[in-house]
């Protein structure tokens, strides 16, 4: 079974500064998606970023980039110019390319911003 | 475009009771997903649905049970609830058509269930 780590529980940046949460999966697969999700707390969870695993090339949304490492098997997310709206939860997601996948999220990771 | 809505958005039952959730996707999506999370365990798969159809489903018992109707609208239902079903219940629709692994996930708000 797929599996996705985020072992750091908490994180803190100060504002306007770059930091970068980790993520590591398990998978046996070749053909997947990973993702990161934000939750504010708002509790309304929205897509950060995506990437396929067959695209070698790091995706990239304005201020988040990720660093994927297919080998190492690890999706960080580096989050630049940190603003006090970045302050949420984050999750790191996986899906394998089947239709009938179903999404596996880690177990967050909590981003304060500190002004 | 509206989001995905969710109906309750809080709910307190007691143990024993069913409960009826309901989730209107975003108007053409075609796949809904269900999600229960809970500070212990997570973020867990329940269901997804995607034409009427259940695609997939997670680990948990058969108390928790879906539809999805012609419209994409889609019902979970827990019978005999227990306290350890106290969660926040999250639904996300997403096209659900070409490769669907991909598809952005689109969530509602949630709803949050207090079972006393």
């Known amino acids: 079974a797929q599996t996705v780590t985020q072992s750091q529980p908490e994180m803190s940046v100060q504002e306007a500064e770059t930091v970068t949460l980790s993520c590591t999966y398990d998978t046996s697969e070749s053909d997947y998606y990973l993702f990161w999700y934000k939750q504010p707390p708002s509790r309304q969870m929205i897509l950060v970023i995506r990437?396929?695993?067959?695209?070698?090339q790091n995706a990239t949304e304005n201020r988040f980039s990720v660093n994927f490492q297919k080998a190492a098997k690890s999706f960080s997310l580096k989050i630049s110019d940190s603003q006090l709206g970045d302050a949420a939860m984050y999750f790191c997601a996986y899906r394998s390319g089947g239709a009938n996948s179903k999404l596996t999220f880690g177990k967050g990771i909590t981003l304060s911003v500190r002004p | 475009k509206a989001g995905v809505t969710q109906t309750p958005r809080y709910l307190i039952k007691t143990r024993g009771q069913q409960v009826t959730l309901s989730c209107s996707p975003i108007?053409?999506?075609?796949?809904v997903s269900w999600y229960q999370q809970t500070p212990g365990q997570g973020l867990q798969f329940l269901f997804e649905y995607f034409s009427e159809t259940q695609r997939n489903k997670g680990n948990f018992p058969g108390r928790f049970s879906g539809r999805q109707f012609s419209n994409s609208r889609s019902e979970m239902n827990v019978s005999t609830l227990e306290l350890g079903d106290s969660a926040l219940y999250l639904c996300a629709s997403s096209f659900g058509g070409g490769a669907p692994s991909g598809n952005e996930q689109f969530f509602g708000p949630g709803t949050r269930l207090t079972v006393l």
């Open positions: 990437q396929e695993a067959y695209k070698q």
């Open positions: 108007s053409g999506h075609r796949s």
